[in-house]
């Protein structure tokens, strides 16, 4: 044993979790990529990518998964966790209109077990593959002291594209529709709050909220990415903003994208929540505000149109679901209401 | 208290995290910058980058500073530790021959301290106005149950451009020179081992090998950038490749340039090593193999020059020392030699 090793490191361990992954890794590389793993710094030649712009804009965004990680450590499954970074970030990029390019991941944990490591960054490849993504580069680290024994982080960054004239949000205005995409569960948000309501049940209770699946199942399912149904609602209507429903909930998200002067009407019984929603709110006897302030409870993704396209928007995409609309808002009172 | 908080999580903490930390990001921006924070992506214009550029190829690397977290957390000094994350990037991109364009950072604890992650973050920014890149974007996560209370962890990923004829590293053959720029000590790499070797004299003593300083100030030396060194050099000589020494020393770094039937000798006592490494190397009765294999000792980046070459360069650049040269190897022992 070396002195790195007595102090917690084991340079090999890293290297070990490198050579798993590296098929999963190189799965991901176009021919636009000229250095990838193993380089100081993962090289992409532009010239193809940026054939397709005349003004081309880069958009990134960093994001992990949060406490996630500690759901998918008890049950032993660490794939899942990377797919559900890389398409968090795919949803954040395509609000302001972009297409992921590449990739790069962090993964860090008080000790690094090489196959465990090995298996969330094949979640991370397989995803940005499904997505045409690059996976680039990243870090593993090993930081006794920092983590706690057994937990581990996970956050990334993509990059992507858009065409300058292409950028979303546009203009919005009063009487404007939100529509929404569906969630799969909580996708990325709200688990420490979750954890905790469902620690007296357990992870493998079924809940009758649930429809016989265990309550672990439900908080591991897989954040859902919205860019092919975007892709093609972009192509059917004039689509003027998104809002990517993450920490926070619809309250702290859906203003981002709009004026100051304008807020939201949600009107609850529009969509189908997730039951996963139902089973925390009455384990935690949670109020609207804190539910729609944490969780997404149930909406992915919102789009926001003007009135005379929701019929072709709803026609386009069946999971599609009219949710509220844009109100004027005096600065006064909520910003975002919740309608029973 | 919401049942959010009562789960550890504050995201009002983070909000004023944000709002602390604004001005300092956004002294980063520049004219290209349409979208930054409160985005769900940052958006920067390629436009005007672009037009320096023939064929651009695209850099990124992702890099964390490894448990000297835990050095700034006892030192209660939050700020430097921002800088070194940027440092180590602006070096890894500069091994590929790059200049820095974005960064993105992602901060995490266990419960979020709004002043001291402003302080890191500031850091973060300040070192990325140094070296003229934006901080575009990034990330701050509180997540109680995956970090040890009071402990951090801080991770970054910087994109940056070169010109695709420029790329490095170029060609190199045995019998090119090895010079080194100096390092201002152990940089991020390292600290797990160096923590628990000072752990019994405590971050204020004064070893005899510190000149006066105490431990915790020279473990907390600042990262050093070579961008503006490396910059003058490449003016000046025909620069064949570059090597950032990081984890995994002089023995691991050096051979990620080299071509495979290359290796190299480094002749100890051709540069000056700061006092820590003498003091970790006492501490530790660390053998060479060792003391290479964790710490740069001394050797921040290596830059490999032609002979013909070395006097230009060493005029150049009065910190640089030759310290070694590049040898056949056969595949068989060390393929880099620590000769005393």
Aim: aromatic share 6%.
């Amino acid at each position: 044993m070396t002195a790195y090793q007595a102090a917690g490191v084991d340079i090999e361990a890293g290297k070990q979790a490198t050579e798993l992954m590296a098929r999963a890794v190189q799965a991901t590389y176009t021919p636009a990529v000229l250095a990838g793993m193993g380089a100081f710094a993962g090289c992409i030649d532009l010239g193809q990518a940026l054939a397709a712009y005349r003004e081309p804009v880069l958009v990134a965004s960093t994001d992990g998964v949060g406490t996630k990680t500690l759901v998918a450590a008890r049950l032993g499954r660490f794939t899942s966790v990377g797919q559900d970074l890389v398409y968090h970030c795919v949803n954040d990029l395509l609000v302001q209109g972009a297409r992921p390019l590449f990739f790069m991941d962090y993964v860090a944990a008080a000790r690094l077990d090489a196959q465990q490591a090995a298996d969330v960054v094949r979640g991370v490849a397989e995803a940005c593959r499904s997505v045409g993504c690059v996976l680039l580069g990243g870090e593993t680290a090993e930081m006794p002291q920092v983590y706690q024994e057994g937990a581990f982080d996970l956050a990334g960054t993509m990059v992507g594209l858009v065409e300058k004239a292409d950028i979303l949000p546009r203009s919005v205005a009063a009487g404007d529709l939100v529509l929404a995409l569906p969630s799969t569960g909580l996708h990325t948000n709200g688990y420490s709050l979750a954890r905790r309501l469902v620690e007296p049940l357990g992870y493998t209770a079924c809940p009758p909220e649930l429809d016989g699946q265990m309550i672990g199942e439900a908080l591991l399912a897989i954040h859902r990415p919205y860019l092919l149904e975007v892709e093609r609602l972009r192509e059917a209507v004039d689509l003027r903003a998104l809002a990517h429903i993450t920490g926070g909930g619809v309250y702290d998200n859906l203003p981002r994208v709009l004026p100051a002067a304008l807020g939201a009407l949600i009107r609850r019984g529009t969509w189908k929540e997730p039951g996963i929603f139902g089973l925390l709110c009455r384990l935690g006897a949670l109020s609207t505000r804190e539910a729609f302030h944490t969780l997404n409870m149930g909406l992915g993704m919102l789009v926001i149109v003007r009135p005379e396209d929701a019929v072709e928007a709803l026609d386009t995409l069946p999971a599609l679901r009219q949710v509220g609309e844009l109100v004027e808002w005096d600065g006064a009172g909520e910003r975002v209401r919740v309608l029973e």
